[in-house]
T-cell receptor
Framework: AQRVTQPEKLLSVFKGAPVELKCNYS??????LFWYVQYSRQRLQLLLR??SRESIKGFTADLNKGETSFHLKKPFAQEEDSAMYYC???????????FGGGTRVLVKP | ETGVTQSPTHLIKTRGQQVTLRCSSQ?????VSWYQQALGQGPQFIFQ???????GRGNFPPRFSGLQFPNYSSELNVNALELDDSALYLC????????????FGPGTRLTVT
């Protein structure tokens, strides 16, 4: 079974402060992990995936198979980062994306 | 803008009725997935279609069914609506089964009274 847990429903930080969104998963094989973001009044869109190992909008995420985690980090949060963030997992079959419950990030000026 | 569209934007139905939601995928995207997103929760996978065949299903009863057409459009049908079916329904398309990025539509808000 695939399961994704995002323990924080809401993260409130000040502009310029670091932000870390936690994501833990449960999957017996080798998963693909993603972070999706939804800005206000916009549709859900891909932010980054673990395979690409790139930084998007200053965000990075490292897959830790030992801790089964894929936390999203940004060293200096900006007001435009305020959004809903979802961690998602796709298993080997490739036909199902399992989402976590989401974390709302609020960056205060 | 990704080009995935959904209709209608929102609708209200009565318990026991049937509903059809529509999605138009990006051209060239042979794979479409449907998700149910209840208020305050993440999207839940309903099923996926690849080249007009269902090839993956989540924990949803058979009264949730779908169709995919050769013109990159698809439908989600829900029979015998229940109050708990009230949610935002999202469709997402991607290139074949190997494409990693899913492009989401804006969703259809269904309210069952």
């Amino acid at each position: 079974a695939q399961r994704v847990t995002q323990p924080e429903k809401l993260l409130s930080v000040f502009k310029g402060a670091p932000v870390e969104l936690k994501c833990n998963y449960s999957y017996s094989g080798s998963p693909e992990l993603f972070w999706y973001v939804q800005y206000s009044r916009q549709r859900l869109q891909l932010l980054l995936r673990h395979i690409s190992r790139e930084s998007i909008k200053g965000f990075t995420a490292d897959l830790n198979k030992g801790e089964t985690s894929f936390h999203l980090k940004k060293p200096f949060a900006q007001e435009e980062d305020s959004a809903m963030y979802y961690c998602a997992l796709r298993g080997a079959a490739g036909n199902k994306l399992t989402f976590g419950g989401g974390t709302r990030v609020l960056v205060k000026p | 803008e990704t080009g995935v569209t959904q209709s209608p934007t929102h609708l209200i139905k009565t318990r026991g009725q049937q509903v059809t939601l529509r999605c138009s995928s990006q051209s060239g995207h042979n794979t479409v997935s449907w998700y149910q997103q209840a208020l305050g929760q993440g999207p839940q996978f309903i099923f996926q279609y690849y080249r007009e065949e269902e090839n993956g299903r989540g924990n949803f009863p058979p009264r949730f069914s779908g169709l995919q057409f050769p013109n990159y459009s698809s439908e989600l049908n829900v029979n015998a609506l229940e109050l708990d079916d009230s949610a935002l329904y999202l469709c997402a398309s991607r290139q074949d089964q190997g494409g990693y990025e899913q492009y989401f539509g804006p969703g259809t808000r269904l309210t069952v009274t």
